[in-house]
């Protein structure tokens, strides 16, 4: 293929200012959130993951469009997708962009966007493009929209809503529902989002749990606060609902335990911001060597049995896998 091609011949000049390892930390996220009105609980998880050669990103791939025989698009939950892959950490990936009319449940070319390794064009889109986020151990991970990003940079592309850290206001760009502009920014739910952090080009990890008695989740402008309190200038809001999945296996990898470079999360997010802008957050580092996975949602499209009973099943998953030592 003509982009792993390209990704060869460009390894010499990039690699050298990159760890090889990689770097990993995780952990939780604890405390309370108001959005103008009463403090609601927060519970949830984190991981910063540092990108390497050795620990790289990895997505669903995308289903093969047969649409004239209006075939469903394959849902498999993150969980069961990271234990088919064997990958260190997976969280639910992004939703697919819809036209504004009606769209069976069947991919359409050239719309929606769904993740996948290596696709090599997205046709450009007409008037509010999807966010794009792109992932590479070979660069600059980037957040785009779909009409300006250029997608053989990288290993893996999600579609989902931006989350822009512009002059310090609303950092999202609403959804379109229906053909309208719909804000969600007061809503609290659960979430996904990645985010990169600008100084460093880590990559924040972040999966909020709600719609639970103690865990009531964050509105989009709360889950910006997060992001920024941990040094990210750009991120991509992932599915949320009861969607949103995290799970950190190191037994599925557990030479990467030993070779990845440990992160500490207090170095990462400012204490400070996570208690401003109506958060009231605390992280707490996890141990690499034990697992942390969110707790199953149940609900519709959730599997009824097995290692990922509870969890939904879901339309794209992103997780990170440990290419290095031999296990």
């Given at each position: 293929m003509q982009s792993r091609k390209w990704v060869a011949a460009a390894c010499c000049a990039l690699l050298p200012a990159m760890s090889f390892a990689g770097g990993l930390g995780v952990g939780t996220l604890e405390g309370s959130y108001s959005n103008g009105s009463a403090p609601v609980p927060v519970k949830g998880y984190i991981a910063v993951v540092e990108l390497s050669h050795d620990l790289v990103p990895a997505a669903t791939e995308p289903d093969q469009t047969q649409c004239s025989g209006a075939a469903p698009l394959h849902r498999e939950s993150a969980i069961a997708w990271q234990m088919q892959h064997h990958m260190l950490l997976a969280v639910n990936g992004g939703y697919f962009w819809m036209p504004p009319h009606n769209v069976p449940d069947c991919q359409l070319p050239?719309?929606?966007?769904?993740?996948?390794?290596?696709?090599?064009?997205?046709?450009?889109?007409?008037?509010a493009a999807p966010g794009m986020l792109g992932l590479t151990t070979m660069g600059k991970s980037e957040v785009g929209y779909a009409n300006n990003l250029e997608s053989d940079r990288f290993?893996?592309?999600?579609?989902?809503?931006?989350?822009?850290?512009?002059?310090?206001?609303?950092?999202?760009?609403?959804?379109?529902?229906?053909?309208?502009?719909?804000?969600?920014?007061?809503?609290?739910?659960?979430?996904?989002?990645?985010?990169?952090?600008?100084?460093?080009?880590?990559?924040?990890?972040?999966?909020?749990?709600?719609?639970?008695?103690?865990?009531?989740?964050?509105?989009?402008?709360?889950?910006?606060?997060?992001?920024?309190?941990?040094?990210?200038?750009?991120?991509?809001?992932?599915?949320?609902?009861?969607?949103?999945?995290?799970?950190?296996?190191?037994?599925?990898?557990?030479?990467?335990?030993?070779?990845?470079?440990?992160?500490?999360?207090?170095?990462?997010?400012?204490?400070?911001?996570?208690?401003?802008?109506?958060?009231?957050?605390?992280?707490?580092?996890?141990?690499l060597n034990e697992p942390l996975r969110s707790r199953a949602p149940g609900g519709a499209e959730a599997s009824t049995s097995g290692i990922d009973k509870g969890y939904r099943r879901v339309l794209t998953s992103l997780g990170f896998r440990f290419n290095g030592l031999a296990q």
């Open positions: 050239p719309y929606p966007y769904k993740a996948g390794g290596f696709q090599r064009s997205l046709p450009k889109a007409s008037g290993n893996v592309i999600l579609s989902g809503d931006r989350l822009r850290d512009k002059d310090a206001g609303v950092v999202h760009q609403n959804l379109l529902v229906n053909g309208s502009d719909e804000d969600e920014t007061l809503d609290v739910a659960p979430r996904t989002a990645v985010g990169i952090q600008k100084e460093t080009g880590r990559l924040i990890v972040v999966m909020v749990e709600g719609r639970q008695a103690d865990s009531k989740g964050l509105s989009l402008s709360g889950l910006a606060s997060l992001m920024r309190a941990c040094g990210v200038s750009d991120a991509i809001n992932l599915d949320g609902g009861g969607s949103s999945t995290f799970s950190y296996a190191p037994d599925l990898q557990p030479a990467a335990v030993k070779a990845l470079r440990p992160i500490e999360l207090s170095s990462v997010c400012n204490a400070g911001g996570l208690m401003r802008e109506g958060l009231a957050l605390k992280v707490t580092q996890h141990p």
